[in-house]
């Protein structure tokens, strides 16, 4: 019997953390097709429980009740929809509103501590592409490759506002700029775990790149880590 048949295998994971509306959602989502991989979208757990939250009346400041809460969740991901308690909420977990309520129910420790075996059961063969603010940093700080996904405040507003528009939803750039900006400062001075480059992430600066040479960084820089290991 050779030692690696008494080793599990423990599957590998690329964590994409960084801010909101760099386009980690999409770049993530490309990297995990083209490898064949699970994919988690971290921040749509929050928006589930600011969703959940705001269905029952509960405060998005209340952190023992959010705790609470997430133990009744019934949470599905299938074919890019998002389904709590068996109905679809695809759409409304993506509103501008709901992500506010997500960065805020995020600030709470008990409800990140409760979100977390949750987030660890993504972690299958053949690998995982997780994208977050807190992938490297706590949930999976052993992952193969780290990214840290980022463009300017004012470039993030623009393709949010453009991504309004061609759904012919109506839009505001300067509001959706501060909203960003008021979101990006919740996010890294919360004081459990804040958005921050881990030391040992890739910085991926997109203002001048485009998705499909993101994507194609993330994937080079996955195999030729794999290359010297
Ligand atoms: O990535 P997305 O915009 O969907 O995330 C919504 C919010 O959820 C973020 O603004 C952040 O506050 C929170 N979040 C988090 N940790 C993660 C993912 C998201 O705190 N791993």
């Known amino acids: 019997m050779s030692a690696n048949q008494n080793t599990p295998f423990t599957p590998p994971v690329i964590a994409i953390d960084g801010p909101s509306a760099s386009g980690k959602g999409t770049i993530t989502q490309l990297?995990?097709?083209?490898?064949?991989?699970?994919?988690?979208?971290?921040?749509?757990?929050?928006?589930?429980?600011?969703?959940a939250?705001?269905?029952?009346?509960?405060?998005?400041?209340?952190?023992?009740?959010?705790?609470?809460?997430?133990?009744q969740l019934d949470i599905k991901f299938s074919d890019n929809e998002i389904y709590l308690n068996n109905n679809k909420v695809t759409e409304?977990?993506?509103?501008?509103?709901?992500?506010?309520?997500?960065?805020?129910?995020?600030i709470h420790p008990a409800l990140r501590k409760a979100l977390v075996d949750l987030q660890h059961s993504f972690r299958q063969a053949p690998g995982l592409v997780a994208d977050g603010r807190d992938m490297a940093t706590v949930?999976?700080?052993d992952a193969k490759l780290k990214?840290?996904?980022?463009?300017?405040?004012?470039?993030?507003?623009?393709?949010?506002?453009?991504?309004?528009?061609?759904?012919?939803?109506?839009?505001?750039?300067?509001k959706i700029l501060e909203d960003l900006r008021q979101r990006d400062t919740r996010d890294q001075q919360r004081s459990d775990a804040p958005l921050v480059q881990a030391p040992d992430a890739l910085l991926l600066e997109t203002s001048n790149s485009n998705i499909a040479e993101a994507v194609a960084f993330v994937i080079n820089a996955y195999l030729a880590n794999a290359k010297s290991n």
């Open 31 to 51: 990297v995990a097709a083209q490898l064949g991989y699970h994919y988690l979208d971290s921040g749509a757990l929050y928006r589930i429980v600011a969703l």
């Open 53 to 71: 939250a705001k269905n029952n009346n509960i405060s998005w400041n209340n952190e023992a009740l959010l705790a609470e809460l997430v133990e």
């Open 92 to 106: 409304k977990v993506r509103s501008e509103e709901i992500g506010g309520g997500a960065s805020e129910v995020a």
């Open 139 to 141: 949930i999976f700080p």
């Open 147 to 174: 990214i840290f996904l980022t463009a300017t405040a004012e470039v993030r507003a623009d393709r949010r506002y453009k991504q309004l528009a061609a759904k012919n939803k109506s839009a505001d750039y300067q």
